[in-house]
T-cell receptor, first 112, second 113 residues
Framework: NAGVTQTPKFQVLKTGQSMTLQCAQDMNHNSMYWYRQDPGMGLRLIYYSASEGTTDKGEVPNGYNVSRLNKREFSLRLESAAPSQTSVYFC???????????FGPGTRLTVL | QKEVEQNSGPLSVPEGAIASLNCTYSDRGSQSFFWYRQYSGKSPELIMSIYSNGDKEDGRFTAQLNKASQYVSLLIRDSQPSDSATYLCAVKDSGAGSYQLTFGKGTKLSVIP
């Protein structure tokens, strides 16, 4: 039982490049989330998926898109990376929307 | 904008002492509260959840909730150097269809051997 897994662990991009962050959970949870964590800003919600087939914007969605591929997988895409997107990205999942959330190990992204 | 406030610290306590971490929140209707621990360079991990007024104990950890005063606290008894981490308070937003946990910025705890 791996919990929540994320790939890649580290990534360096140039401004304007695109990439997709992958997340998968094996806990049969219904809800999944993408957060970013910046020094002094705390955890901020980018997008969430309350259940398979649905996605919604969180607090800071600009510059991102998401796909809930199936119940297990929830990906985050940066279409044209900007230096302001340099951050640590965490995926999380919960059995019920906005209840106890379990986090993946994170992706450390640097945009030059 | 709903707010969750925590003292950023660092909070330094000697080994074996009680560490007290506090959190206040602005959403009077909130019903669900969570404490997470985050080691440097790692992801947040759940310590405890609390939903009712009063105390909830789990090993060396006790969460305390006072909805009337809009605060939630975490006590760590017999603090160990391994407890040194940043502690995040999270509050579920109230209201129909609420989907979001609002996180505080965290309190950094340092347990001195």
């Amino acid at each position: 039982n791996a919990g929540v897994t994320q790939t890649p662990k580290f990534q360096v991009l140039k401004t304007g490049q695109s990439m997709t962050l992958q997340c998968a959970q094996d806990m049969n949870h219904n809800s999944m989330y993408w957060y970013r964590q910046d020094p002094g800003m705390g955890l901020r919600l980018i997008y969430y998926s309350a259940s398979e087939g649905t996605t919604d914007k969180g607090e800071v969605p600009n510059g991102y898109n998401v796909s809930r591929l199936n119940k297990r997988e929830f990906s985050l895409r940066l279409e044209s990376a900007a230096p302001s997107q340099t951050s640590v990205y965490f995926c999380a999942s919960s059995e019920v929307i906005a209840d106890t959330q379990y986090f993946g190990p994170g992706t450390r992204l640097t945009v030059l | 904008q709903k707010e969750v406030e925590q003292n950023s610290g660092p909070l330094s306590v000697p080994e074996g002492a009680i560490a007290s971490l506090n959190c206040t929140y602005s959403d009077r209707g909130s019903q669900s509260f969570f404490w997470y621990r985050q080691y440097s360079g790692k992801s947040p991990e759940l310590i405890m959840s609390i939903y009712s007024n009063g105390d909830k104990e789990d090993g060396r950890f006790t969460a305390q909730l006072n909805k009337a005063s809009q605060y939630v606290s975490l006590l760590i008894r017999d603090s160990q150097p391994s407890d040194s981490a940043t502690y995040l308070c999270a509050v579920k937003d109230s209201g129909a269809g609420s989907y979001q946990l609002t996180f505080g910025k965290g309190t950094k705890l340092s347990v001195i051997p």
